[in-house]
């Protein structure tokens, strides 16, 4: 069964450097996604992508996330200057239709 | 008013009891809803979809009260495996998944 694959799955970086945390949608599916997950917290929307362009993001991500699709295959998300309470589970999900989604294992982002 | 609330439980049941969880949701023009799963520090899993004419997958019925913004999920003949965190999700439009808090459920033998 073809599915969502995420690395690294576990980054631990000091405060105010940037991170790149990557995801393989499966194949097929043209929706991507990320979302966070505070520890102890939901699972929070940040920002969907298709068409190559941002179709949605949430007030969480602002300008220190970006998202990108830099082959046919990786869909990445980078957090510049990161702060401590960007510490989470980060969590890439796609679609083919853009109802259902599916989820990756996830990253857990640990800012020390 | 939280978009979508659940009660966090944790529901503590025996093995082969039969648990129902509800949801409700705040945005009428919500467009599609689910039940995801989500064991600890995992990914959530999509475990059904939900609709107004209900749906049934093995032990679990799903049921959408479109009129009173209420989902439910019903679980039967509970097996331990069951345990983890039962999330209610509604995209209230334009791809985006609203979470809920999640309802702990733990089945016991």
């Known amino acids: 069964e073809p599915e969502v694959t995420q690395t690294p799955s576990h980054q631990v970086t000091q405060m105010g450097q940037e991170v790149i945390l990557r995801c393989v949608p499966i194949?097929?599916?043209?929706?991507f996604y990320w979302y966070r997950q505070i520890l102890g917290q939901k699972v929070e929307f940040l920002v969907s992508f298709y068409n190559n362009e941002i179709s949605e993001k949430s007030e969480i991500f602002d300008d220190q996330f970006s998202v990108e699709r830099p082959d046919g295959s990786n869909f990445t998300l980078k957090i510049r200057s990161t702060k401590l309470e960007d510490s989470a589970m980060y969590f890439c999900?796609?679609?083919?239709?853009?109802?259902?989604?599916?989820f990756g294992p996830g990253t857990r982002l640990t800012v020390l | 008013r939280k978009e979508v609330e659940q009660d966090p439980g944790p529901f503590n049941v025996p093995e082969g009891a039969t648990v129902a969880f509800n949801c409700t949701y705040s945005?009428?023009?919500?467009?599609?809803f689910f039940w995801y799963r989500q064991d600890c520090r995992k990914e959530p899993k999509l475990l059904m979809s939900?609709?107004?004419s209900g749906n049934e997958d093995g032990r679990f019925t799903a049921q959408l009260n479109r009129a009173s913004q209420y989902i439910s999920l019903l679980i039967r003949d509970s097996k331990l495996s069951d345990s983890a965190t039962y999330l209610c999700?509604?995209?209230?439009?334009?791809?985006?998944?609203?979470f809920g808090a999640g309802t702990i459920l733990r089945v016991k033998s």
């Open positions: 945005n009428s023009a919500s467009q599609s």
């Open positions: 194949s097929n599916h043209l929706y």
């Open positions: 999900a796609s679609s083919d239709t853009g109802i259902q989604q599916f």
């Open positions: 999700v509604v995209n209230i439009g334009g791809n985006k998944l609203v």
């Open positions: 939900v609709y107004s």
